[in-house]
């Protein structure tokens, strides 16, 4: 099975802040793989996949980048929404794994 | 409107069953690779099962083989999951998510979530 491990678990910033968080794979994946948010108590939403195209209707300050076994997902200017947690996803094989996640706080 | 809605959650004793509902609307259902995903109180995301858009080819975390069985009724547009054997680590929010090839098989539409408890 592919291991996510996500970087840092927690992250502290503050408004306009630019931030970036790390997704290894244990193995490679090409670029199968997707990031999602999930504010509290809701569903998570998909924001980045295929690595680094946007999903329709996510905001530009959102991107991703990398390939085979590094991955990042950077916000370029943080805004009050975006305050969540993050994860990361493999698309490259079953089980389908989840990052541990990135809680993104003031 | 297009969307997911779970259902069949709730309290049950260790080692009993229960079988969740996922009704889609909105979109063509058939077309469409369905997951289950959980998510444990205060804890990350954990994919549990998928199953192609015909019904066939399931997947199955380690954690719930032989437990859990994913369906579904086409007819219907609903996706199940039967739920048996449980322990108090199966305690989660279960989501279904629908997959989408257009995003590389992301999960592009989730539900809101049916909590199941399992305690004595």
């Known amino acids: 099975d592919i291991q996510l491990t996500q970087s840092p678990s927690l992250l502290s910033a503050s408004i306009g802040d630019r931030v970036t968080i790390t997704c290894r794979a244990s193995q490679g994946i090409s670029i199968d793989l997707a990031w999602y948010q999930q504010q509290p108590g809701k569903a998570p939403t998909v924001l980045i996949y295929?690595?680094?195209t946007l999903q329709s209707g996510v905001p530009s300050r959102f991107s991703g980048s990398g390939s085979g076994t590094e991955f990042t997902l950077t916000i370029s200017s943080l805004q009050p929404d975006d305050f969540a947690t993050y994860y990361c996803q493999q698309l490259h094989t079953y089980p389908r794994s989840f990052g541990q996640g990135t809680r993104v706080e003031i | 409107q297009v969307e997911l809605e779970e259902s069949g959650g709730g309290v049950v004793q260790p080692g009993r069953s229960l079988r969740l509902s996922c009704a889609a609307s909105g979109f063509t259902f058939y077309l469409s690779g369905m997951h289950w995903v959980r998510q444990a109180p205060g804890k990350g995301l954990e994919w549990v099962t998928s199953?192609?858009?015909?019904?066939?080819?399931?997947h199955y975390a380690d954690s719930v083989k032989d437990r859990f069985t994913i369906s579904r009724d086409n007819s219907k547009n609903t996706l199940y999951l039967q739920l048996s054997s449980l322990r108090a680590e199966d305690t989660a929010v279960y989501y279904c998510a629908r997959e989408r090839d257009s995003c590389h098989w992301c999960f592009d539409l989730w539900g809101r979530g049916t909590l199941v408890t399992v305690s004595s």
């Open positions: 199953i192609w858009n015909d019904g066939t080819n399931p």
């Open positions: 295929r690595a680094s």
